[in-house]
């Protein structure tokens, strides 16, 4: 089975601190995406990789940076958290199928509260 | 631009059945459905690629109108672990790996 990890599932900061999030992935995806989560806006792209080194802003990258040294790993960086990126953040990956988006696997989320 | 799924939320009987919608804006190469239960990870149900397919898994299954731009989910004598929010993925250009998820529809299944 494919196994998504985040290595927080409760995180409470202060506002202006440097978040990391971090998320591994068992199954040798090459894509790795970060989402957030809130009430009735469903789930919101903040990044994607589709390799080693190489990342794409998704739709809400404002405020965030991400990181992937390694295949298994992506970090989604708050450089200066602020209160309006309390929420939850959920990590997912998939293989490159070749004909088209492919299924993502989702980790249990990371919900981030800052204070 | 996030597709608009409807309802934004339904509460049936064990048994009845239901429709979920997902209408985009945009051109879609292909449509992704997940389901979501409470407190735990969206988990993927199928993927419609276009040309309007129909595709079935147990009692739920979905259509894809390439024309219309949407996407449908059906949930037939919906059961007590059907409950979660059910959220499409749209895919609007091929290859681009990524996918725009609609807000969501919670659906509530009671005895």
């Known amino acids: 089975d494919v196994k998504v990890t985040q290595s927080s599932r409760y995180l409470v900061k202060r506002t202006g601190e440097k978040v990391f999030l971090e998320c591994v992935q068992d199954?040798?995806?090459?894509?790795m995406f970060w989402y957030r989560q809130d009430p009735g806006l469903g789930l919101r792209l903040i990044y994607f990789?589709?390799?080693?080194?190489?990342?794409e802003k998704g739709d809400i990258p404002e405020g965030y940076s991400v990181s992937r040294e390694k295949k298994e790993r992506f970090s989604l960086i708050l450089e200066s958290a602020s209160t309006n990126q309390t929420s939850m953040y959920l990590c997912?990956?998939?293989?490159?199928?070749?004909?088209?988006?492919?299924?993502?696997?989702f980790g249990p989320g990371t919900r981030l509260t800052v204070l | 631009q996030q597709p608009v799924q409807s309802p934004q939320a339904v509460i049936l009987r064990e048994g009845e059945d239901a429709v979920i919608n997902c209408s985009s804006s945009k051109a879609l190469y292909s449509v992704h459905w997940y389901r979501q239960k409470h407190g735990e990870a969206p988990v993927f149900l199928m993927i419609?690629?276009?040309?309007?397919e129909q595709k079935g898994h147990d009692k739920i299954s979905a259509s894809f109108n390439e024309k219309k731009q949407q996407s449908s989910l059906y949930l037939t004598a919906s059961q007590l672990s059907y409950s979660g929010t059910y959220f499409c993925?749209?895919?609007?250009?091929?290859?681009?790996?990524?996918?725009?998820f609609g807000t969501g529809t919670r659906l509530t299944i009671i005895p």
């Open positions: 993925g749209t895919e609007y250009t091929f290859g681009n790996e990524k996918l725009t």
């Open positions: 419609l690629l276009k040309g309007g």
């Open positions: 990789s589709y390799d080693v080194k190489m990342k």
């Open positions: 199954m040798d995806h090459e894509n």
């Open positions: 997912a990956s998939s293989p490159i199928a070749g004909v088209g988006a492919d299924t993502q696997y």
